[in-house]
């Protein structure tokens, strides 16, 4: 059955930088887009970008152009989310979720990042 | 910016039928972006329930069903049940790899 394992909270101070993963089984993880989705407390949820795990090719939402990097390791079928600079804005749920016939078919279980100083 | 337009909040009656829209700031919602919707609970993740417009996703009740009304994105439930108490978020695909969520719609049945 297709799992997507991320790991655990995190809390990090304004200006730094988190790294989130998610690790894929049951499936080919090369075979589906994966994206990164997050939900601030009390908030809908915001798309932030997708990658291609065979190629590492990316689409980021405008509003991270320049402060997240999606990348994987295919040796461990894991993606990974980085988002730099990070302020009080940024505190939320991080989500990865398998894109399949154009939408998101399995999603992880969220990992909570906290930005507080 | 393209921005995805859903009500805020709905209420329906158990039993009843609702139509929950997804729309766009600018233009009409066709089969091209690609409508999907998902059903997200207090401290859940969210379900995939409709993708492609109006495909049901494996498992989901035949009361929920997905078309375009006019220029816009629908979700209906038909026979809503108090367990279909939850938010729901339509996601369109705007070409380039690009995909936008909407504001979501919180769903009361009383």
């Known amino acids: 059955q297709v799992q997507l394992v991320q790991s655990g909270a995190e809390v990090k101070k304004p200006g730094a930088s988190v790294k989130v993963s998610c690790k894929a089984s049951?499936?080919?993880?090369?075979?589906?887009?994966m994206h990164w989705v997050r939900q601030a407390p009390g908030q809908g949820l915001e798309w932030m970008g997708r990658?291609?795990?065979?190629?590492?090719?990316?689409n980021y939402a405008q509003k991270f152009q320049g402060r997240v990097t999606m990348t994987r390791d295919t040796s461990i079928s894991t993606a990974y989310m980085e988002l730099r600079r990070l302020t009080s804005d940024d505190t939320a749920v991080y989500y990865c979720?398998?894109?399949?016939?154009?939408?998101?078919?399995?999603w992880g279980q969220g990992t909570l990042v906290t930005v507080s100083s | 910016q393209t921005v995805v337009t859903q009500e805020p909040s709905f209420s329906v009656s158990p039993g009843g039928t609702v139509t929950l829209t997804c729309g766009l700031s600018?233009?009409?919602?066709?089969?091209?972006?690609?409508p999907s919707w998902y059903q997200q609970t207090p401290g859940q993740a969210p379900r995939t329930l409709i993708y492609?417009?109006?495909t049901r996703s494996p498992g989901v009740p035949d009361r929920f069903s997905g078309s375009i009304l006019g220029n816009k994105a629908a979700l209906i439930i038909t026979g809503a049940q108090a367990d279909d108490e939850s938010d729901y978020y339509c996601?369109?695909?705007?070409?380039?790899?690009?995909?936008?969520f909407g504001g979501g719609t919180k769903l009361t049945v009383l």
């Open positions: 492609s417009t109006n």
């Open positions: 049951g499936y080919t993880f090369t075979g589906n887009f």
């Open positions: 600018s233009g009409s919602v066709s089969t091209s972006y690609y």
């Open positions: 979720a398998k894109e399949d016939t154009a939408s998101v078919d399995y």
């Open positions: 996601v369109l695909y705007l070409g380039s790899g690009i995909w936008v």
């Open positions: 990658i291609n795990p065979n190629s590492g090719g990316t």
